[in-house]
């Protein structure tokens, strides 16, 4: 059952499997975004923290330590054994996500559902890595191994904390590395739960390390961190590009990014309204529009264009807003008053340009950052709103005549992370799959994102995958070991 005053028991930096103060003493607040009010101070990690944490990670992972001596069935069971705590403490996370992060409590418990299943997919890919054999050329028996990088930062966002983090931890784990995770500032309280459930679960000293803290301080010592063979990082564009810079003049460590994005989705004239206008709903509300695939830019032929804006209103004005814990409540907060500031600031922007304010655009209550579900019309693609990303619940309805025009505007991004297309036709369909430059593309669905399959993005919006095997691979190397035959000489 959510909790709206669940007990906040872990606030300090995790590491060694030891909860401890910040060597500098400092704590940083986090806030409830449905009252703007704390919750509670947590350890402020900087770059001394993260020395710590690394050297407690690059200890856990010596050859003789018990974390790389440990069959890979094991680490695949330590990874279920972390999920079944999970589903005994599924309230107690979600209560904790909803408070920190202001996503109603349904809509938590869905992603602490999700996380368990993202555990458990990993957990059963651990003894399944394997390298090939080798048919060379030459008296050689060839093979490949592969083989854990070492240890890895991980920087994770606000959007979904916990998500992110099983994201991140299960192909890590998996592979056999050690981790320095930092959780976003806005939104630490999950991160440390799991710290203490991976203790609880029986993973070895030092394998996982939680050092919470800001951007510039704890994120960049672990971007620059000489003895980090990886960081995996998902956040904006501009913090990517941080990071790829620190990785590069420092040890020139792996990186993989799951960056912005402004997703196109297009709504063709044969498709049902009704369904394609509730699809769009769905594509740019979720998560009170704080959703990286978020389909923000939404073509819609010209022929149903005035009915589609219409219902897509309706929908809109019906969405209820309010207070994570109230039954009923589908929209929460936005994350920080930051966040807040920022999205009205484009709204204000988008009437100003002279899009068409159709519903929302408002503020709601007296307290915390709720922002109604906002619908612009007559949106152009030179305008504000159609370029840059809000990350708000703000959709832009587009007019559009031809597919190949809608392609063409679609492509026309700096972004590429995911796009829709809703139409009964599969010969558009597929078209538009094959043409648009996005990692992911969903038909007649939207929000499609499964742990079997990968994610990630073209362009800006980031480099290398998540989830699937091709996460997996991000945190493995490979060996190639060649014996010439006969072995003996």
């Known amino acids: 059952m959510a909790n709206p005053n669940q007990e906040i028991k872990y606030t300090k930096i995790f590491i060694n499997n030891q909860f401890v103060d910040a060597v500098s003493g400092k704590t940083f607040p986090t806030v409830n975004p449905s009252t703007g009010k704390k919750l509670a101070d ?12 690394v050297k407690a990670a690059k200890t856990a992972f010596v050859r003789t330590s018990t974390w790389r001596q440990m069959d890979a069935s094991a680490r ?48 059963g890919l651990a003894d399944k890595v394997g390298g ?49 995770i930092k959780p976003a500032e806005q939104t630490p309280l999950t991160a440390l739960y799991m710290a203490a459930l991976s203790k609880e679960a029986g993973f070895p000293d030092g394998v996982i390390n939680v050092v919470p803290g800001y951007g510039p301080t704890a994120g960049g010592a672990i971007s620059s961190h000489p003895e980090i063979r990886k960081v995996a990082f998902t956040g904006s564009v501009e913090v990517g590009k941080i990071i790829m ?19 196109p989705l297009v709504i063709c004239e044969d498709a049902n309204v009704d369904q394609a206008a509730m699809i769009a709903y769905m594509a740019v509300f979720e998560n009170q529009g704080q959703c990286c695939i978020a389909a923000t830019r939404t073509f819609v032929h010209e022929s149903i264009y005035d009915q589609f804006v219409q219902k897509a209103s309706e929908l809109a004005k019906a969405r209820k807003v309010g207070n994570p814990f109230t039954e009923g409540t589908v929209h929460g907060p936005q994350i920080d008053d930051t966040q807040y500031k920022k999205i009205l600031g484009y709204i204000e922007v988008g009437q100003k340009e002279g899009a068409k304010l ?25 305008m504000t709103i159609a370029k840059e990303e809000i990350f708000g619940p703000v959709q832009s309805i587009i007019k559009y005549r031809t597919l190949d025009e809608a392609i063409e505007r679609a492509n026309n991004t700096s972004f590429g992370l995911a796009a829709g297309i809703v139409t009964n036709d599969i010969n558009k369909a597929l078209t538009f799959s094959h043409a648009v430059e996005a990692g992911s593309v969903w038909v007649n669905t939207y929000l499609a994102v499964v742990n079997q399959a990968p994610f990630g993005g073209y362009k800006q919006s980031g480099i290398g995958r998540e989830l699937g095997k091709d996460s ?18």
């Open 76 to 123: 695949g069971a330590l990874l279920w054994k972390l999920s079944t705590l999970m589903e005994r403490d599924a309230n107690v996370l979600a209560s904790l996500e909803s408070l920190d992060n202001g996503k109603p409590f349904p809509n938590a418990m869905y992603d602490v559902q999700g996380s368990i299943k993202t555990f458990r997919y990993y957990a």
């Open 245 to 263: 810079a620190a990785a590069a003049t420092s040890n020139l460590k792996k990186v993989s990014l799951e960056l912005g994005g402004k997703s």
């Open 132 to 180: 090939d054999t080798i048919p060379s050329d030459g008296p050689h028996f060839t093979y490949t191994r592969k083989e854990p990088v070492g240890v890895v930062g991980q920087i994770i966002p606000w959007n979904y904390p916990l998500a992110m983090l099983a994201w991140k931890w299960g192909p890590a784990l998996a592979a056999g590395c050690t981790i320095v």
């Open 42 to 53: 947590i350890a402020e990690g900087d770059k001394a923290d993260v020395e710590l944490a």
């Open 358 to 382: 159709v519903t929302g655009g408002k503020t709601v209550g007296n307290e915390g950052y709720f922002i109604e579900p906002t619908i612009f019309a007559n949106v152009t693609d030179d």
């Open 472 to 489: 997996l691979e991000g945190y493995l190397e490979t060996k190639s070991v060649s014996i010439r035959l006969p072995a003996k000489i």
